[in-house]
C-alpha cells in the first residue's frame, strides 16, 4: 500500500498564518497514513517559507516514519540539499564545528542543524551561530545583546526542560525584509509533559496543553527553588524582548498546542486531537534593525 | 591566601548556560579561603547563568567579583533585586481559541 502526501508550495511572501496551516495540513495527513510506504510529492514546490521549509525537516526526523521524497523539481533540489533537508547537519561535540559553521558567513542561511543536549560545548555553539548570523544579517551591533539573549535562554530552556535528546536551530536571513527568520526545536517531552513529569501546577494546567503553554509563558517554572520564584524567565522575557521592544514576532508549538504574539495581537490556541508536534518548536521573526528606544534591561527584570 | 579565578579562561567570555554555574560550585568545593571571581573580559552573562551564579554566592559567603563590566553589574542587579522581591507574574490576558477539526483552525490561521 502507498500514500501520497503533496507538499504545498509556500512563498515567502505569504501570511504567516498560511505557513502554519500548511505544516499543520502536511502533519495531519502524515499521521493519517501509517500504515505502508509514504510518499512526500514535491511536484508542485517552488519555494519554501521558513517557518514550513525547517519544522518539516524536524517534523520529517521525529515522526519516526520512512517518507520517501519524490518529483523534487530540479529547481528546489539544490536548496533542500544546501539547507540540509533530508539529513540536518549534525553538530557533535568532538566535531570542528566552528568550522563547518563559519563556512556560512557568507550566505543568508543556517541549514538545519541538530546538536545533542546537555552537552559542554552549547555555548560554543551558540556563540558561533551568532557570529554567522550577525555576518549574515549586517546586523545593526546594537541586535548583539538581545540575540544573545534570545538564543542563550531559548537554548538553555530546552537543556534543561525538555528531556529530549536533540535540539535543532535553523537560520535563514530575508534582505528584503530585512529580517531574521530564526527556529529553535527539541524533540523532548513538550511543555505539558514538563509539568507533569515535575508534578507542579497540574490543578492550574487540568490536563490542558494549551493551559500548559500560558503557563510556561507566564514564567510558571517547574524548577524553582524551595520557597523562591527565581526561574521561568526564559520565554516570557524572549518573548517580551522580541515583539514588544524589538517589533519581530513569536510562535510556538508544543504538543497539541500552539501560542502566536506579534504586532497584531497574541492568541493560545488548542489543535485538533489530529495535530501533534513531538516536542517543542519556537518561531522567530527579528528584525535586524534595532529600535531607537530599545531598552535591553527592561527586559530582563 | 585568597583564591582568584579568571572567569574568562574557566568558562568563557560570552556565558549563556545555567549549567556553567556548576563550574564555579565545583572550584569553590571545600575551599575555605576567601575567593575572587574575577570577570575581567567577559561581555555577556545570561540572566540564567547570573541566578544560578547567585546561588552559589549563597552557598559560599566568602565570594567576591572583582572586574565587572557594566553589562555583567547590571545583570547580578537585577538578579539580586529580582531575588529579595516578591515576584509578580503578568497573566497572559490573551484567550484560549480551541479547535476540533482542521476546517476552523484553518479559517482562523487565514486570520493571522
Known amino acids: 500500500m502507498e500514500d501520497v502526501v503533496k507538499i504545498p508550495n509556500v512563498d515567502r511572501d505569504e501570511r504567516i498564518g498560511s505557513a502554519f496551516n500548511h505544516l499543520f495540513q502536511v502533519i495531519q495527513h502524515t499521521d493519517k497514513y501509517n500504515v505502508g510506504n509514504l510518499f512526500w510529492d514535491f511536484s ?77 560545548n552549547i555555548d560554543d555553539l551558540q556563540t558561533i551561530l551568532q557570529r554567522v548570523i550577525k555576518s549574515q544579517s549586517k546586523a545593526d551591533y546594537r541586535i548583539t545583546t538581545p540575540l544573545s539573549h534570545l538564543l542563550g535562554e531559548l537554548i538553555d530552556n530546552i537543556n534543561e526542560h525538555s528531556y529530549g535528546k536533540h535540539g535543532y536551530i535553523f537560520s535563514q536571513y530575508f534582505k528584503k525584509e530585512n529580517c531574521i527568520n530564526l527556529v ?100 522567530m521573526k527579528i528584525p535586524v534593525n534595532v529600535p531607537v528606544d530599545f531598552d535591553y534591561s527592561k527586559y530582563t527584570k | 591566601m585568597d583564591k582568584k579565578l579568571k572567569i574568562s579562561e574557566l568558562i568563557s567570555t560570552d556565558i549563556r548556560s545555567r549549567a ?54 547590571s545583570m547580578i542587579d537585577t538578579v539580586t533585586q529580582g531575588r529579595n522581591t516578591k515576584r509578580t507574574f503578568s497573566e497572559e490576558k490573551s484567550e484560549i481559541k480551541e479547535f476540533d477539526d482542521m476546517n476552523s483552525l484553518s479559517l482562523f490561521l487565514a486570520t493571522i
Open chain 1, 44 to 120: 508542485d514546490t517552488s519555494f519554501f517559507h521558513p517557518f514550513f521549509l525547517a519544522p518539516l525537516v524536524i517534523y520529517k526526523q521525529s515522526c519516526k516514519r520512512s517518507i520517501e521524497c519524490t518529483n523534487k523539481p530540479s529547481r528546489v533540489v539544490g536548496y533542500l540539499d544546501l539547507v540540509h533537508f533530508d539529513d540536518p547537519l549534525s553538530i557533535k561535540e568532538c566535531d570542528d564545528f566552528k568550522a563547518v559553521l563559519e563556512s556560512y558567513m557568507s550566505k543568508t542561511y543556517i541549514p538545519v542543524c541538530r546538536f545533542d543536549l546537555c552537552k559542554s
Open chain 1, 184 to 283: 529553535i526545536a527539541d524533540d523532548g517531552i513538550t511543555i505539558f509533559g514538563s509539568y507533569v513529569r515535575s508534578g507542579k501546577y497540574l490543578d492550574e494546567i487540568n490536563n490542558n496543553e494549551v493551559e500548559a503553554l500560558k503557563l510556561a509563558n507566564e514564567g510558571k517554572s517547574t524548577k524553582n527553588l524551595p520557597g523562591a520564584e527565581n526561574r521561568g524567565y526564559g520565554i516570557s522575557s524572549s518573548k517580551k524582548m522580541l515583539v514588544d521592544g524589538l517589533h519581530g514576532s513569536f510562535f510556538m508549538l508544543s504538543g497539541g498546542a500552539f501560542h502566536r504574539y506579534d504586532s497584531n495581537g497574541a492568541s493560545f490556541i488548542k489543535l485538533p486531537d489530529s495535530i501533534n508536534w513531538n516536542g517543542t518548536i519556537i518561531l
Open chain 2, 20 to 73: 556553567n554555574a556548576e563550574i564555579i560550585r565545583a572550584e569553590l568545593d571545600g575551599v575555605k579561603d576567601d575567593v575572587i571571581l574575577d570577570f575581567a573580559g567577559v561581555t555577556f552573562v545570561s540572566r540564567s547563568f547570573t541566578d544560578e551564579l547567585y546561588n552559589v554566592m549563597c552557598e559560599h559567603k566568602n565570594i567576591k567579583l572583582d572586574n565587572t563590566s557594566d553589562f555583567v553589574k
